[in-house]
């Protein structure tokens, strides 16, 4: 399959990062127990406030990114033995082609810009990040190689002309995405319509993606700060742009290409359509939206409080519970 011919490189691309070293032993439940803890919990010990975009604020943040650093190898990774009622409700998952191709994507995009970042703190964050998205890769690669889920052949995948465009789609995608694939996993993790082994092999690689949003929404503020007050004006611009791109690209998911390359038509209200594929209880709109927005809280709770959350999600999803409260009482 073309999805296992797969090499990347982040230590090739990104001057002066040096890929992680895993640990070679058997697979010691303590030590990943302890790695998961070290990876979810967070604080400095550094005292006093973090002035946003200051040299404390991006030291304690790669600093952050780098210590809650969990070393799983997706090698040794294993695959439960699936009945076949639950082999053919994952194998359905409208999302397997779209996953990888978006780790496909948001590996090289973050090595690209990681690359031309002149601060190393932060440059090497970003590698660590790549190599991160790399690694959700082979996770992937992994698991539908082994169910034998089919997928579309991957889509060429071109180094940007503008990568810090790049980077900022990839991260604010995952800023929405990730909010909704945390309520979706506590879905599933619920419906017990999936073998707890399955939840427990995605659950370091969901919170992984929170401390990728965790280290975007920080860097996006440093970043702005960083920068002479006309730079910043074609920055905002280009979040703007940012968000349209990303709301174009949503509704373009509807269109995918099925297992012989002919376009079909996928899913394109995943959210609901797809809580609704990952349990047997009937689920509300505003009761998805409170689970994503509980989660969310949830998996961000255990870093340190000086740093900046992602909020756009949230504060959407807190808008229209609202809006349907008001709806719903009238
Ligand atoms: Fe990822
Ligand atoms: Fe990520």
Not at 40 to 54: A, E, N, V
Not at 239 to 255: D, H, N, P, Q, S
């Amino acid at each position: 399959m073309d999805h296992m011919v797969d090499v990347f490189d982040t230590e090739a691309m990104v001057p002066g990062f040096t890929a992680p070293v895993l640990p070679s032993g058997p697979f010691d439940p303590a030590a990943v127990e302890a790695a998961d803890k070290v990876s979810r919990y967070w604080t400095s010990d550094t005292p006093g406030p973090f002035k946003i975009g200051s040299e404390t604020h991006k030291h304690e943040l790669c600093r952050m990114f780098r210590e809650t650093f969990n070393p799983y190898r997706p090698s040794v990774l294993e695959w439960p033995k699936l009945a076949p009622e639950e082999l053919a409700r994952i194998t359905a998952l409208p999302i397997w082609d779209i996953a990888v191709e978006t780790e496909g994507k948001a590996r090289l995009r973050m090595a690209a810009y990681a690359k031309t970042v002149a601060d190393k703190d932060m440059r090497l964050a970003l590698a660590l990040n790549a190599w991160e998205e790399n690694r959700h890769k082979e996770v992937l690669s992994k698991m539908v190689t082994h169910y034998g889920i089919p997928l579309v052949k991957e889509p060429p995948y071109i180094y940007p002309t503008d990568a810090e465009w790049a980077y900022m789609v990839t991260g604010y995608s995952e800023c929405i995405d990730s909010f909704f694939a945390f309520g979706l996993f506590k879905v599933a993790q619920r419906s017990g319509l999936f073998p707890q082994e399955l939840i427990d092999t995605f659950e370091p690689v969901m919170q992984e993606e929170c401390r990728h949003i965790l280290l975007f929404a920080n860097w996006v503020a440093w970043h702005r700060k960083n920068m002479p007050w006309w730079r910043r004006i074609g920055f905002e611009f280009k979040v703007f742009r940012v968000y349209c791109f990303l709301g174009w690209e949503r509704i373009g998911l509807a269109r995918s290409l099925d297992g012989d390359g002919n376009e079909r038509t996928q899913d394109n209200n995943f959210t609901v359509n797809g809580a609704q594929s990952m349990t047997a209880d009937d689920l509300s709109l505003p009761e998805l939206l409170q689970l994503c927005l509980d989660e969310d809280e949830h998996r961000f709770s255990g870093y340190d409080k000086r740093l900046l959350r992602p909020t756009t999600a949230p504060t959407l999803a807190r808008f229209a519970l609202k809006f349907m409260k008001k709806k719903k009482k009238a």
